[in-house]
């Protein structure tokens, strides 16, 4: 069974620090990995995408993937109340795309 | 742009009853189009994709079907409801690569989600 995983949480944060989300993947065969996030009763809205290993950055997110680990973050700088939202991990394989449960950010003002 | 649109966006059934659940697509052409279900608190399960008209594939056995009659819409359906039917579901949808049918290094979008419970 190929899973993504991720700590429900939730994440407390203050205001203006950096969150750090974590997922970790079992296929090694995954060629994309992404970070939804999801507000209550709201769907998932796609903010960031990464293929290769390394950092990838897009404003206040970085991304970063480690192929040989198996793991994928997600780091939100200037935490801000407006982040607050479960954040969900999805890895695609060769058909389809698995997600993780999410993992739910507080950040508190 | 692209918009996908679901409806509807709440839905109240009682046990037994038939859905009929859509979705479209607009602003693209030839997408893969994706159910999945949401229960409270879990994560998504994918209950069906689809890479183009009448082609469907299933991801977990149940009472559900779904149909792809023109290139954009997809549509779930149940001939009768159970009580674990109950969630959210949402369509998705994701460029096909010119590299094979089923992409699987495109990003996928959601629709804004059909809240289903089943009474």
């Known amino acids: 069974q190929k899973e993504v995983e991720q700590n429900s949480g939730p994440l407390s944060v203050p205001e203006g620090a950096i969150a750090s989300l974590n997922c970790t993947y079992s296929?090694?065969?995954?060629?994309?990995f992404f970070w939804y996030r999801q507000y209550s009763g709201k769907s998932p809205e796609l903010i960031m995408f990464i293929y290769s290993n390394g950092d990838k950055e897009d404003g206040r997110f970085t991304a970063q993937l480690n192929k040989a680990s198996q793991y994928v973050s997600l780091l939100i700088r200037d935490s801000q109340p407006s982040d607050s939202a479960t954040y969900l991990c999805a890895v695609s394989g060769t058909y389809k795309y698995i997600f993780g449960t999410g993992t739910r950010l507080k950040v508190l003002a | 742009s692209q918009t996908i649109h679901q409806w509807p966006a709440t839905l109240v059934q009682p046990v037994g009853s038939p859905l009929s659940l859509e979705c479209t697509v607009e602003g693209t052409s030839n997408p893969n189009l994706y159910w999945y279900r949401q229960a409270a608190g879990r994560g998504l399960q994918l209950l069906f994709y689809?890479?183009?008209?009448?082609?469907i594939s299933s991801e977990v056995p149940q009472n559900l079907s779904a149909s792809r009659p023109q290139d954009r819409q997809f549509i779930l359906s149940s001939k009768k409801l159970l009580l674990s039917d109950s969630g959210f579901y949402l369509c998705?949808?994701?460029?096909?690569?010119?590299?094979?049918?089923?992409?699987?290094?495109?990003?996928?979008?959601f629709g804004p989600g059909t809240r289903l419970t089943v009474l």
């Open positions: 296929d090694r065969g995954s060629q994309s």
């Open positions: 998705a949808w994701s460029v096909r690569s010119h590299r094979d049918s089923i992409s699987s290094y495109n990003e996928q979008f």
């Open positions: 689809s890479v183009g008209i009448g082609q």
